[in-house]
């Protein structure tokens, strides 16, 4: 009887080393007032909870109710435990001002570095506040002095494996809200991104450097892409994604410095564009080399969408403007299939493609979008680019 004492007594105590254990940030002393800085009690409850070597499922807890003013932080890995959870529960707000980025990298807010099995949920809220970052961009007022090209990115995860992003609002964002860079292995889901339509360089997600990731069953309004996919990406999945207003989801821009270019099975479908300024997109510089191939678009739904498909091998800061140069990203092996609704524009899909390197293996079946007061636009088959170029459903390049 002693014995099965002891070992039902032992039992609970390796049980509860193994658990799921909460560090709550407002134990490290955050006040989650609006008003005081939180940054060390967040950086703390996650050092905490990274260094723990008997748990295996530790938690950093932002609590529901309260709203956190964080200055940049980065949250470094590895961390001792299979997976650490980071519950956001509660509001975390950026500074208001730019300076308070003096002394700081300007490209980011938040950011996971070389954190395996991180798991960034909870159904809290990511405040970037980022219009007094809007209000001095280049973008939108070049003559003022002082006006800023870089701002920073309210989320990184920087070489995350296995990791996730789910049930997170993100709203204001001074530039893209959720980059996902050199990860493999990375889930998102059922997250939303507000923030205005006229916001410079608010893109919702950026891809880059990542292999084998999902995006799914999200919802994201923004003033740049909705979603971005960068180079030395591959095995990506996006599916279930509510975009606009914003950019659409774009491949690229890619090889812009004239580097190699290595872009790969992309599937994007059951997704909807409303009033975005491009729907499925793929656009590269000319001074690029290598590749985009193996890639699908299928099951979109299109409401006054101005481009809903569109291929650019010249990319240009200004259209139109970059001389035609003999260089170019090879694009081939690309599917369009089921993408039905209606463009503000009389032309639909616009395909231009390079004369040096042209596009090629380019399908497009059940093709079905009708201009704004206009014809239905339908596409079985890109077979004859003549025909579809009378049509004005395609730009006048040479495109095989």
């Known amino acids: 009887m002693e014995l099965f ?45 990274c260094s723990s070597s008997s748990l295996r499922y530790p938690q950093v807890i932002i609590p529901e109710n309260s709203t956190f003013l ?43 570095k070389g954190v395996n099995g991180l798991k960034v949920e909870g159904g809290g809220i990511i405040d970037g506040q980022g219009k007094k970052w809007w209000d001095q961009s280049c973008r939108y007022h070049p003559d003022l002095k002082g006006c800023t090209k870089l701002a920073p990115t309210a989320m990184k995860f920087l070489s995350c494996n296995n990791s996730s992003l789910s049930n997170i609002h993100f709203i204001s964002s001074p ?39 999902s995006i799914t069953y999200s919802n994201i309004s923004c003033g740049d892409d909705c979603i971005s996919i960068g180079d030395y990406t591959s095995n990506i999945e996006i599916n279930n994604v509510q975009c606009g207003p914003g950019h659409g989801i774009s491949i690229g821009s890619l090889g812009k410095s004239g580097n ?85 524009r009389e032309t639909a899909i616009n395909l231009n493609c390079s004369r040096s390197v042209p596009c090629t293996g380019i399908r497009m079946e059940s093709i079905d979008i009708t201009a704004q007061g206009r014809w239905p636009l339908i596409v079985a088959m890109l077979a004859d680019r003549k025909v579809l170029w009378c049509l004005g459903l395609v730009s006048n390049n040479n495109t095989h």
């Open 260 to 344: 190699f270019v290595q872009v790969e099975d992309i599937h994007v479908y059951n997704c909807t564009f409303n009033g975005t300024t491009n729907g499925a997109r793929i656009k590269t510089w000319q001074t690029g080399r290598g590749y985009v191939r193996n890639v699908t678009f299928e099951n979109l739904q299109l409401f006054l969408v101005d481009n809903p498909i569109i291929i650019d091998q010249n990319y240009c800061d200004v259209r139109g403007a970059c001389k035609e140069l003999a260089s170019g990203v090879e694009i081939s092996n690309v599917v369009y299939e089921r993408i039905s609704g209606t463009a503000s």
């Open 5 to 49: 004492c002891f070992l039902f007594i032992f039992s609970l105590i390796s049980s509860a080393r193994v658990s799921c254990t909460s560090f709550n940030v407002i134990d490290y002393g955050a006040k989650g007032d609006e008003v005081a800085d939180d940054s060390q009690a967040f950086l703390n409850a996650w050092n905490d909870a």
């Open 70 to 112: 964080v200055n940049p932080l980065t949250f470094n890995g590895p961390c001792n435990s299979e997976y650490i959870y980071f519950q956001i529960l509660g509001t975390i707000k950026a500074p208001s001002s730019p300076q308070s980025w003096d002394g700081h990298d300007a490209s980011q807010w938040l950011a996971f």
């Open 175 to 213: 530039q893209t809200h959720a980059l996902i860079f050199g990860c493999n292995g990375f889930n998102v889901s059922n997250v939303s991104v507000e923030s205005p339509g006229d916001s410079p360089n608010t893109d919702g997600i950026h891809i880059h450097a990542s292999h084998h990731l």
